[in-house]
């Protein structure tokens, strides 16, 4: 550590970050973050959201797409819990996030003043990895350093740390420079029982969770279903999509439901899990975790995951690390393939718009290398069946249903390719208005994004899982007189409005083709969610 020479707390953050290749900030300023802001360094950017969850949801979508932790800041105490929403998400889906949220003066505390947080680094658990306040101002520099070695060691996830307001001005000293490698696998015994099961295995599947895309690793899975010729699953309500959607022994994403699961499954012996569980369920049923006789190895980085599973073997391995340690170790050998997924049929064209034609429309439309955003609840299903995502990290959702996420994270992953790709994100009219003030920061940085917000005026995926209830109605699911485009006019994104399947097509090139954000509301037949399918035979 450097002597203290005139060198501040905050000297010392931005000189830490700026060696992690942080760049950007995110955040929504306070008065107990002042010290933090004035004077900002000419290499650093300041990305103001107006409103904090809008904040840390960006700062998600640039860190997936520049693999660099990112960096939020959040005013102390109300301004944190206005975040926690989205902090929930980048935990949930593992998106390496550094909090740093403001605190009253340190001489003050013990008064309990206006804006203080009392226990703050209480606040955000559970749903951090680590939560601190240093107890010494001095301590801020190499509490920040952990912090973020945290976010980025797997399985990743957000951080926080609270700094008073008057520590940013106290002497502290620069943080020592080191590397932090953060591959690891499991050992030879243990890669080389599971590899002799997938060798000995009659009608193996491999189920793709988001880690696999996380870490990069979508060419080593495509290696190795094609050497064992699996059928490939994707996990339930998965963040991300870790296989091509196209290729001939893709079969499609399981359902959050066990019986479903378990029915998919059952015709296979040996099934591996990659980057993620496969027991993540939204809707309760009896029965077995897993079909009789099937054997489960779930390999994934995440011990507490290990922990919990209700069943199988897991093998704490981080993904590319370990595919690449079993593609040594795994025969190719010839096998019957399960028929290809079923394609639907093209919809109909027509008026009212059949979330089906506006799917399709846009699927055809679409750039090859565009990124695709979707928080759709009332049609994931429909979505996952008529867009196919074929590109590595082409594809991002929330994996935790905490809804406002999709808007924000388009925003920050569009920052984070600049102008080299466009991202498209798909919304619903539900969806879109917990997080719409993100249109401003993607106006104020003409961020390429195309928002298409599929309006069917409600909470259609709630008002479907009543129906599955027996309710013959729901209170508080429909929404009316909302107008998409005269709310993005006003906070400085334009905008159309489809008036009819005729002028789909047109206005969605349109949209597509904008130098910078712009927003496309397609009106599309209410009643017509897509729910979990039944399992078929």
């Known amino acids: 550590m450097s002597r203290l020479d005139g060198t501040t707390v905050r000297d010392a953050v931005f000189d830490f970050l700026r060696r992690q290749g942080v760049d950007t900030i995110f955040g929504n300023p306070g008065s107990t973050e002042i010290r933090l802001l004035r004077d900002w360094p000419a290499d650093f950017t300041y990305v103001l959201a107006l409103q904090e ?240 006789g099937v054997r489960l190895i779930t390999l994934d980085c995440d011990p507490a995951q290990a922990a919990w599973a209700p069943g199988g073997t897991n093998v704490l391995s981080t993904v590319r690390a370990g595919l690449g340690a079993l593609l040594d170790l795994v025969d190719k050998r010839p096998r019957p393939a399960r028929p290809a997924r079923t394609r639907p049929q093209p919809a109909r064209r027509g008026d009212p718009i059949e979330p089906e034609l506006a799917i399709d429309t846009l699927r055809a439309l679409i750039p090859a290398d565009a990124i695709v955003v979707e928080e759709i609840p009332s049609h994931r299903e429909t979505f996952h069946a008529r867009f196919p995502i074929t590109r590595p990290g082409g594809f991002l959702t929330t994996g935790s249903g905490a809804l406002g996420w999709g808007l924000p994270l388009a925003v920050g992953r569009a920052l984070a390719a600049g102008r080299d790709e466009r991202v498209v994100c798909v919304a619903g009219d539900g969806s879109s208005m917990y997080s719409i003030q993100a249109l401003w920061t993607a106006a104020r940085w003409r961020a390429p994004v195309t928002f298409v917000v599929l309006n069917n005026h409600g909470y259609e995926a709630v008002k479907e899982l009543g ?61 017509s969610a897509s729910a979990y399918a039944e399992p078929a035979g």
């Open 467 to 527: 129906r599955r209830l027996g309710a013959a109605t729901l209170v508080g699911t429909d929404l009316h007189r909302l107008d998409f485009v005269q709310l993005a006019a006003g906070l400085g994104c334009p905008g159309a409005r489809v008036a009819g399947a005729a002028s789909l097509t047109r206005e969605l090139n349109t949209a597509l083709a904008a130098d910078g954000p712009y927003l496309v509301e397609i009106p599309v037949a209410s009643g």
């Open 53 to 292: 969850s809008i904040a840390v949801a960006a700062a998600a979508g640039h860190a997936i797409g520049t693999g660099v932790a990112g960096v939020v800041q959040l005013h102390s105490a109300g301004g944190v819990g206005h975040g926690l929403g989205a902090v929930f998400n980048a935990y949930r889906d593992r998106v390496p996030l550094l909090v740093i949220a403001g605190q009253q003066t340190r001489a003050m505390l013990t008064t309990r003043p206006f804006l203080a947080a009392d226990e703050p680094a209480t606040f955000p658990r559970p749903y951090v990895k680590l939560s601190v306040q240093p107890d010494r101002a001095e301590d801020g520099p190499a509490a920040v350093a952990e912090a973020y070695r945290v976010a980025m060691t797997p399985p990743r996830g957000p951080v926080f740390v609270s700094i008073p307001e008057d520590d940013w001005d106290r002497p502290a000293g620069l943080v020592p420079g080191r590397e932090l490698h953060t591959d690891f696998t499991a050992g030879p015994v243990t890669l080389a029982e599971v590899a002799a099961e997938l060798n000995a295995a009659r009608r193996p599947a491999l189920v793709i969770g988001a880690g696999v895309d996380e870490d990069d690793a979508q060419d080593l899975a495509v290696e190795l279903a094609e050497r064992l010729t699996a059928a490939v699953w994707i996990t339930p309500l998965s963040a991300r999509s870790g296989f091509p959607e196209d290729h001939r022994l893709f079969q499609g994403f399981l359902p959050p439901v066990r019986d479903q699961i378990t029915a998919r499954l059952r015709e296979h012996d040996v099934v591996l899990a990659l980057g993620g569980p496969i027991f993540k369920y939204h809707v309760h049923t009896e029965g077995p975790v897993l079909p009789p």
